[in-house]
């Protein structure tokens, strides 16, 4: 079991796809927002003077908006390692595994 998840693990890391459809779509909604958030702060600091409150919604939507890339960015830097890692894959599934019971 250990070894057949291994064997897939390097297998998989061969390609360079980094994101399922599913996943590609998640990331270009994520950055459309964050395009939209860091709009609309730029606009909210342009039309208002430096009100704590309008500072405070403007730099809001940007954490809103970076917040949105975290699991898109995650996606694709686990998915780099992976690809990075390849060679160590396949040498660990080469490797001979013996369970003893005791």
Not at 39 to 50: G, R, V
Not at 53 to 74: D, I, N, T
Not at 82 to 99: F, N
Request: glycine share 2%; proline share 2%.
């Amino acid at each position: 079991m250990v070894r057949n998840d291994l064997e897939a693990t390097a297998a998989d890391s061969r390609t360079m796809r980094f994101f399922t459809r599913s996943e590609r779509r998640e990331a270009t909604i994520a950055f459309l927002f964050l395009v939209v958030c860091l709009m609309l702060s730029a606009a909210i600091d342009q039309a208002t003077e430096n009100d704590a409150l309008f500072v405070a919604v403007s730099q809001g939507l940007v954490v809103l908006g970076w917040v949105a890339m975290w699991q898109p960015a995650q996606v694709f830097f686990s998915g780099a390692t992976r690809r990075l890692s390849h060679k160590r894959y396949a040498e660990l599934a080469a490797v001979p595994i013996e369970v003893v019971w005791r």
